[in-house]
């Protein structure tokens, strides 16, 4: 998406409201309903998706990828209206749907069919919170990090979902990490801002078992006492 999700369904929810409002004034009362529902559960979307507040679990994804039929009726709206968005960009879209940004590391969109896997039955970190896990993809390992697009998992999330893909790159198993769209660069920024984090940790840890060891040598033998030096004692006979 061009501009951030709640700025694009909060668009949404006054356009539905637009209509509700023009309905109910040439007397289609009943007919003017589903759009004010519309209109709220938009407006609550896009509150929550602000990044003052940032809740993808609102929509209730499980971790399995699938959602539960209380969010799929009380959410339809919405859910409904980004596959929708989703099938437009892609017909308007030329961007690739994955694309291997090192060895057996793919970042892509969301696959809504088998075409858009990457080969050899990859590994799949789903960092969607609106997007269900592809059917075609039951088989395939699968971790869920719920996100809203346009937005970046916390980095505990991300520390996990790098933890489990490493494992599976043990496995010498393909990764396959998508967010809603094909704007795999800005994940891409997510990927190299864990690395930078990683080794920063990685650093520190050193840091602070060279510090450790200094301390305890230090403790062990102290400045009066330290190895190679003799320590001269007054003599009782001088």
Sequence with gaps: ??????????????????????????????LSLPFLYASLV????????HPLINLPMLLGKDPDGSFPIWAIVLFSPF????????????????????????????????PSS??????GDPAI??????????????????????????????????????????????????????????SWKKRLRDVRTVSRSRRGRRLEKRREVNQRKTTLHSNEFPPSQSPGRMVETPSVFS
């Design 79 to 110: 859910l409904y209206f980004v596959r929708f968005f989703s099938m437009l960009r892609r017909f308007s879209s030329r961007e690739e749907s994955y694309t291997e940004i090192c060895e057996g590391i793919y970042v892509g969109g969301w």
């Design 42 to 49: 938009s407006l609550l979307v896009s509150l929550a998706a």
């Design 114 to 119: 088998p075409d858009k896997l990457p080969p």
């Design 125 to 182: 970190v789903d960092c969607t919170c609106e997007f269900p896990r592809a059917s075609h993809s039951a088989g395939n390992a699968y971790f869920c990090v719920p996100t809203w697009d346009t937005r970046s998992p916390q980095p505990s999330e991300i520390e996990m979902a790098v933890r489990w893909a490493c494992r599976k790159r043990e496995q010498k198993r393909p990764v396959f990490v998508h967010c809603a769209y094909e």
């Design 1 to 30: 998406m061009g501009v951030g999700i709640s700025v694009l369904i909060g668009l949404k929810a006054a356009s539905s409201f637009f209509v509700f409002t023009c309905l109910r004034m040439f007397g289609f009362t009943f």
